[in-house]
């Protein structure tokens, strides 16, 4: 796992309280990582979003 994973992940957690910050920067790290990280983010999301239906909705807007 990248630095810049790690960084991304932390940002997405302080973010999480508030649905436009998170797809934001959702967008941003995708833009930003590689394919790998990307993918590693995207399992991530996954698991951090199961149990918040809101974030779950912006998540699935974002990856679709």
């Known amino acids: 796992m990248s630095n810049d994973l790690k960084y ?3 940002i997405l ?3 999480s309280f508030d649905l436009q910050l998170f ?3 959702l967008i941003k790290a995708y833009e ?3 394919i790998e990280d ?3 983010l995207k399992k991530w999301v996954s698991e951090f ?3 918040k ?3 779950k909705t912006v998540y699935l807007g ?3």
Do not use: A
Request: aromatic share 4%; net charge positive.
């Open 53 to 55: 239906s809101e974030l």
């Open 32 to 34: 930003y990582l590689s």
């Open 8 to 10: 991304h992940k932390k």
């Open 23 to 25: 797809r934001k920067e």
């Open 38 to 40: 990307q993918i590693l």
């Open 49 to 51: 979003v199961s149990n």
């Open 13 to 15: 957690q302080k973010v």
């Open 62 to 64: 974002v990856i679709s």
